[in-house]
């Protein structure tokens, strides 16, 4: 896939966790760094209900526009919910659970991209 179809899927993703209220949404470029994709976003609800929200409006967004979903794990407990969209993995954690990963050090090799790059 180009870059250019994983920026599209970046930004639809982004559009559709904002559309549910996700907080502090981070957009992580992996491609230098990773062969697994070329971003990863992470984002945090506040429950179960609205994590779930959030990942049920990205799949169809998503879906909507002609995407495949990869796999998706966690979704019932939704302490992580992993979307894997092969060149966009999606990270929705709830806030208990981001802390304890805390995937943006884990990744800190890859690039940290503005929401703005995205608008």
């Given amino acids: 896939m180009s870059n250019d179809i994983s920026k599209a899927m970046a930004k639809a993703t982004i559009e559709a966790l904002e559309d549910k209220k996700a907080e502090d949404i981070?957009?992580?470029?992996?491609?230098e760094v990773s062969v697994l994709a070329d971003y990863f976003?992470?984002?945090?609800?506040s429950n179960r209900s609205q994590?779930?929200?959030?990942?049920?409006n990205v799949d169809?967004?998503?879906?909507?526009?002609?995407?495949?979903?990869?796999?998706?794990?966690?979704?019932?407990t939704a302490n992580w919910i992993l979307m894997d969209y092969k060149d966009v993995i999606i990270h929705v954690f709830d806030?208990?659970?981001?802390?304890?990963?805390?995937?943006?050090?884990?990744?800190?090799?890859?690039?940290?991209?503005?929401?703005?790059?995205f608008k």
């Fill in 26 to 31: 981070k957009i992580i470029d992996i491609s």
């Fill in 60 to 76: 169809e967004k998503l879906g909507r526009m002609g995407y495949e979903r990869n796999q998706i794990e966690g979704y019932e």
């Fill in 95 to 117: 806030k208990e659970n981001r802390l304890f990963y805390d995937l943006e050090r884990i990744w800190r090799d890859g690039k940290q991209v503005s929401m703005e790059e």
């Fill in 51 to 56: 994590i779930q929200a959030m990942v049920d």
């Fill in 41 to 45: 976003i992470i984002a945090s609800g």
